[in-house]
């Protein structure tokens, strides 16, 4: 190849250079274009984005949950993930509803992760320990307060390694929340381990002033047999201990299921407002508490602000006794004297499956003048027991008999009691129960039968006479009047509501013989002449001259005509001339009525200390049940029926009751 001179070189270079030159700016030409196009397409791809976001927005309002604001779905969620138990069903060890509702959708991601109250309820119900879910929950809860649940699923005592899982289980959470103790404001541990228990009883007494925020707490076994073995459980005695004046407490709610009550520090118990306590009968001869009187009345002395007392399968054992022992009871020097404690705030009372000679027993060892509703479920006392040797109630001589029992002791009188619900398996328990307690100021009352029933079932529970449940069957206060699932036997009916002339309500479910009741309610007082003086008519009540509602659920041996009778008794007076002049002349009205003549008694003349005459000495005891002569001629109308599941009432009989201005 020739060898090129320089004055060609140089040409070849500038030729070169210029072709790089022009392909570079058609190069940057190519990246302008480029450049432009990308942009083009991101805003094309964000016009596309906002549309698609406008579109869901249009579907979205399709649906009316999405009509809501923030501030209501959020108040929906919290409202769901504290109701909601589907974290059992699904299995999962924490709570899933705030998880769930953070995968619906990004609006309720968003919402769900800026509430910190939706993830407050910190629960764990495994044995198996895993630490990011409790975690998760505690840094998204903030510095809302937490609800804490332990719960892992029941196991059998015997078995050793789901002991100690759940041991550790229990300890890794109670670790985990050691720093945030200040904000927890509920506990509900549930375990079968005595181990595990230990470990939050524990944290209990040793944290008493980091636990500013508790509200409630909640210890229970899940086993009806727990081994207090290898445990502090049994002897520690926390009242022992002296009471910390600076601790604050707010604690108002306690529970507590087989698990000794002196396990808790007396600093926690003086604001409880409401105390739930469960202990069931023992089925094992293992290591296990047992509830006895002074450990009760022990406990409940430290507990002054107590308002509502609940009671679970729970009957004290008797190693105490009072200090003057009630007629019929004899002293015996084998148990302690102790006073009855008086709880001054106590307003409600819920006893399920007491025995019925423990009620006045338990009843009398605690004073209660502020004492407004008591509920009871009474289950029948077994035959024999062969798990302890101490006395039970009224039962001397033979600890493990519920029948030889000495005499009846004093008589208890409720003098606040205005609501009492019983619920009972026969109508000898019902009468060993209640006979020994007097309520002058009752304003509503409820009997049910409380049995094992198919739902049809041809067997009658009969009700008791009220003059054999109550010493004292007059109730001249009584306003609202309940039984079920009882039968009232023929005649009983008149006499029962005899004692209630002041009833306004009577309700009536399931109950049998409910004709003898409507036909006592239509008795009419007397037979008085019409406006004419050609017919006479039935005029004024017998019984309840102001009842206003009768509700009759389930109940089908009743014909319509004693309900209308009842009804139309207490429709209209007697003709309007006759009480016209009743509200003039009450003793010639009375003859009428009577079809007697009627002399008013004379007023006695009681000399005075003074020697002038005295007033008329005021009766003692309850009021008289006697209904004035003005109330029985002019009965209250029946203002409502409720008729439900009657199958032999039609609805046009039904109808017929509101001629009389009754709504049915």
């Known amino acids: 190849m020739p060898k090129k001179s320089s004055a060609a070189i140089d040409h070849e270079i500038e030729v070169l250079q210029a072709q790089i030159a022009i392909l570079q700016r058609r190069e940057d030409d190519f990246v302008q274009i480029l450049e432009d196009m990308a942009r083009l397409r991101d805003s094309i791809k964000a016009e596309q984005v906002a549309l698609a976001s406008q579109l869901t927005e249009l579907e979205s309002q399709r649906h009316p949950i999405n009509w809501l604001p923030s501030e209501l779905l959020i108040q929906i969620f919290v409202s769901v993930t504290e109701d909601n138990d589907s974290d059992t069903s699904a299995g999962l060890a924490y709570n899933s509803s705030p998880v769930i509702i953070s995968h619906v959708c990004r609006k309720w991601r968003k919402l769900a992760f800026a509430t910190s109250l939706l993830w407050s309820r910190v629960s764990y119900r495994s044995r198996k320990w895993s630490t990011s879910p409790i975690c998760a929950f505690i840094n998204r809860s903030g510095s809302s307060l937490l609800d804490l649940t332990f719960s892992p699923p029941p196991y059998h005592v015997d078995d050793q390694d789901a002991a100690e899982d759940e041991r550790l289980a229990s300890e890794c959470l109670l670790h985990t929340l050691s720093s945030h103790l200040s904000r927890v404001r509920s506990i509900t541990f549930e375990c079968t381990s005595s181990a595990s228990m230990r470990l939050i009883v524990e944290v209990l007494i040793d944290n008493l002033h980091g636990l500013k925020s508790l509200r409630s707490l909640d210890l229970s076994f899940a086993s009806l047999a727990p081994c207090f073995a290898g445990t502090p459980l049994l002897t520690l005695d926390e009242l022992g201990e002296q009471s910390l004046p600076d601790t604050p407490s707010v604690l108002t709610y306690l529970r507590l299921q087989q698990l000794p009550p002196r396990v808790i520090s007396p600093s926690l118990l003086r604001s409880v407002q409401t105390l739930e306590l469960s202990f069931p009968q023992r089925r094992s001869h293992r290591a296990q508490y047992i509830l006895r009187m002074s450990h009760m009345h022990r406990f409940l002395s430290f ?35 102790v006073a009855p404690l008086e709880l001054p705030k106590l307003r409600s009372l819920t006893w399920k499956f007491a025995y019925p000679r423990d009620v006045y027993t338990f009843m009398s060892f605690f004073g209660m003048p502020t004492l407004e509703r008591w509920e009871i479920l009474i289950a029948n006392s077994p035959t024999k027991r062969n798990d302890v040797s101490t006395l039970r109630g009224n039962h001397w001589h033979e600890p493990d008999s519920f029948i030889q029992a000495e005499p009846l002791g004093g008589v208890l009188s409720m003098t606040a009691l205005k609501e009492l619900c019983v619920s009972c398996q026969d109508g000898d328990s019902l009468i060993s129960s209640l006979r020994q307690f007097f309520f002058p100021v009752l304003e509503q009352l409820e009997f049910a039968y409380a049995g094992k029933c198919p739902p049809i079932c041809d067997h009658r529970h009969p009700l008791p006479r009220l003059d054999y449940v109550f010493r004292d069957p007059r109730l001249p206060h009584l306003t609202h009047f309940t039984l079920s699932h009882l039968d009232v036997f023929a005649g009983h009916g008149k006499l029962m509501l005899g004692y209630m002339p002041g009833l306004v309500s009577l309700t009536l479910i399931s109950c049998t013989g409910v004709d003898d009741v409507l036909e006592a309610l239509a008795e009419a007082y007397g037979l008085a002449m019409d406006a004419e003086h050609k017919s006479t008519r039935g005029c004024g009540v017998r019984v309840c001259p102001k009842l206003e509602r009768i509700t009759l659920w389930g109940c089908s041996d009743f014909k319509f005509k004693s309900l209308f009778a009842a009804v139309f008794a207490r429709a209209q007076p007697a003709g309007s001339g006759m009480f016209m002049k009743a509200q003039k002349d009450v003793p010639s009205v009375v003859s009428t009525v009577l079809g007697r003549k009627i002399r008013p008694l004379k007023k006695p003349r009681v000399t005075s200390p003074q020697g002038g005459p005295s007033s008329p000495a005021k009766p003692h005891g309850a009021p008289s049940t006697l209904i004035p002569i003005e109330e029985a001629l002019r009965p209250v109308r029946i203002a409502c029926v409720h008729v439900d599941d009657c199958p032999q009432i039609t609805e046009d009989e039904a109808l017929l009751l509101e001629e009389f201005g009754t709504v049915v």
Do not use: C, K, Y
């Open 303 to 337: 507990i002054p602000e107590l308002q509502d007392l609940v009671l679970i399968e729970t009957s004290p054992l008797r190693d105490v006794v009072l200090e003057e022992p009630s007629e019929g009871q004899t002293a015996d020097n084998r148990f302690a004297v």
